[in-house]
């Protein structure tokens, strides 16, 4: 216990330095130049999307005109960029946070391999229509917030989506990755509520979730489990992760009116070491539970009232 307090302890010191605004400037120039050339690169987030659309039963669904919001689009907006490949009207890419660094996403384009680009995405739009559009990227020399909007990208953050949306207009795709787990316990209900309502009448919305402590993922991915519910704050609940489990997630949607939700795929975390002692307040079923690494979950907009169970 005396450990857990002082961990606990030099992590309030260390979110103190980490709001600085001279350590934000540094870290987000940083952090985004070495996503630029790996997981961020827009060959990977094309294949990602077209990974989870298949997942999704989306073969033949196609996002030309259509309206697209990204949650948690971070410093480098390339999942934003492939709804544009796409033929997207109109991408808000929002953010709790304002993370962009648009002078490091011509590398996240450029270090690409454009044929990969192509055949991940040609399932859902003409092939030669996806390259103009990626000749268009090419040959951008800046990627600004001005000429971002030129290609029908808004990027929109500071924003809470728990309290409001980007626009009044109806929206047909939302996504995010790895970003629901960030959100405190308390905001996640009224944030997926308030997607809901803003879905079309064919809309549909497709979220990777990942569960495990984000301090130490792949080391000590279940770590955070230890911590008792009032000495995991906020702030720890949006770096590390809710702690909420794939059994509460399945619940939360299932309850949510007039959206059709299901677990397109789950992932377990079989050697992670669980700890000795689980506290009182993370709710679970079972060891698979807590287990579970990655679920991937799709929504569509539905207007009949759900049948009780």
């Not at 659309?53 to 934003?80: A, F, N, P």
């Not at 492939?82 to 490091?104: I, S």
């Not at 702030?235 to 007039?258: A, E, V």
Request: net charge neutral.
């Amino acid at each position: 216990m005396k450990n857990l307090v002082k961990s606990l302890f030099d992590e309030r010191t260390k979110s103190t330095i980490r709001s600085s605004e001279l350590y934000q400037t540094f870290h987000n120039k940083m952090h985004s130049s070495k996503l630029a050339v790996a997981g961020k690169r827009l060959d990977i987030c094309a294949n990602e999307i077209a990974i989870y659309l298949l997942q999704s039963g989306k073969e033949k669904y196609v996002l030309r005109d259509k309206v697209c919001l990204e949650i948690g689009s971070g410093w480098l907006l390339t999942h934003s960029l492939v709804f544009y490949l796409l033929g997207a009207k109109k991408v808000y890419a929002t953010d709790v946070y304002p993370l962009l660094q648009p002078e490091n996403i011509l590398k996240a384009v450029c270090k690409s391999v454009d044929w990969s680009i192509l055949d991940s995405l040609s399932t859902f739009e003409d092939r030669e229509i996806i390259s103009l559009r990626l000749k268009k990227l090419l040959s951008l020399r800046n990627f600004s917030v001005e000429v971002l909007k030129d290609l029908g990208i808004e990027y929109v953050a500071p924003i809470d989506l728990s309290q409001k949306l980007p626009t009044k207009e109806k929206i047909d795709f939302i996504f995010s990755k790895s970003v629901l787990e960030h959100v405190p316990v308390d905001d996640v209900v009224p944030l997926l509520e308030n997607l809901v309502s803003g879905l079309s009448e064919d809309g549909f919305m497709f979220h990777l979730i990942h569960l495990v402590d984000h301090k130490n993922l792949n080391e000590r991915p279940f770590d955070f489990f230890v911590y008792p519910q009032e000495a995991y704050s906020k702030d720890l609940q949006s770096r590390w992760g809710n702690r909420i489990r794939r059994s509460q997630w399945k619940q939360i949607f299932s309850n949510l009116k007039h959206l059709d939700s299901k677990f397109v795929f789950e992932w377990s975390c079989k050697d992670g070491e669980l700890p000795g002692k689980i506290d009182s307040s993370i709710q679970y079923t079972d060891e698979e539970d807590l287990r579970i690494s990655h679920i991937g979950v799709v929504g569509e907009f539905t207007s009949l009232p759900k049948v009780k169970s």
